[in-house]
Antibody, heavy 119, light 110 residues
Framework: QLQLQESGPGLVKPSETLSLTCTVS??????????WGWIRQPPGKGLEYIGI???????YYNPSLKSRVTFSVDTSKNQFSLKVSSVTAADTAVYYCARLLSDSSKWDWGQGTLVTVSS | QTVVTQEPSFSVSPGGTVTLTCGLSSASVSTNNYPCWYQQAPGQTPRTLIYSTNTRSSGVPDRFSGSILGNKAALTITGAQADDESDYYCVLFVGSGIWVFGGGTKLTVL
């Protein structure tokens, strides 16, 4: 059974870089059938798509975040990662990693991790 | 910038039927947008109800259904129950690897 587990610091200082990793179990990140993505939700607000990455390293970013976001994939560890640079309080959110089945909108979600940006 | 629109709030009586909609600011929604619907209770991870317009996710009761109605995607709940009271989000594929979430609908059952 697929499991997605986010990990990383729960507190990041303003202007620094937020880094999260998603560990995939019960499925291979190298599968050609899936994309791997990140979604976030600020406290009390709606969901925001950050982007997706393919196991080959191809990336698709939300245009509103593109200048500050970087994805990477480590197929040897079955993990993918998110970096958001120059963070502000507006980046405080629950960050979810997810798997997207190609040619569909079937998303499988991790449990999410809260990241707070504060000095 | 593409905007996905949802009703901010809706109410339904227990046992009643409600249809929530999901639209695009600049075009009609079609199956090519792969509409997907989530239910989110407070403090919980979103639960997938419907994906690819009308495919029910595993374990979701058949009183939840998805469709295209006119120029929007729609989620219909028939026989509403008290525990259907939640936030509902749609997400649409708008091309070039980009997905856009709607702002969510807060459903009240009373």
């Amino acid at each position: 059974q697929l499991q997605l587990q986010e990990s990383g610091p729960g507190l990041v200082k303003p202007s620094e870089t937020l880094s999260l990793t998603c560990t995939v179990s019960g499925g291979s990140i190298s599968s050609s059938s899936y994309y791997w993505g990140w979604i976030r939700q600020p406290p009390g607000k709606g969901l925001e798509y950050i982007g997706i990455v393919y196991y080959t390293g191809s990336t698709y970013y939300n245009p509103s975040l593109k200048s500050r976001v970087t994805f990477s994939v480590d197929t040897s560890k079955n993990q993918f990662s998110l970096k958001v640079s120059s963070v502000t309080a507006a980046d405080t959110a629950v960050y979810y990693c997810a798997r997207l089945l190609s040619d569909s909108s079937k998303w499988d979600w991790g449990q999410g991790t809260l990241v707070t940006v504060s000095s | 910038q593409t905007v996905v629109t949802q009703e901010p709030s809706f109410s339904v009586s227990p046992g009643g039927t409600v249809t929530l909609t999901c639209g695009l600011s600049s075009a009609s929604v079609s199956t090519n947008n792969y509409p997907c619907w989530y239910q989110q209770a407070p403090g919980q991870t979103p639960r997938t109800l419907i994906y690819s317009t009308n495919t029910r996710s595993s374990g979701v009761p058949d009183r939840f259904s998805g469709s295209i109605l006119g120029n929007k995607a729609a989620l219909t709940i028939t026989g509403a129950q008290a525990d259907d009271e939640s936030d509902y989000y749609c997400v649409l594929f708008v091309g070039s690897g980009i997905w856009v979430f709607g702002g969510g609908t807060k459903l009240t059952v009373l």
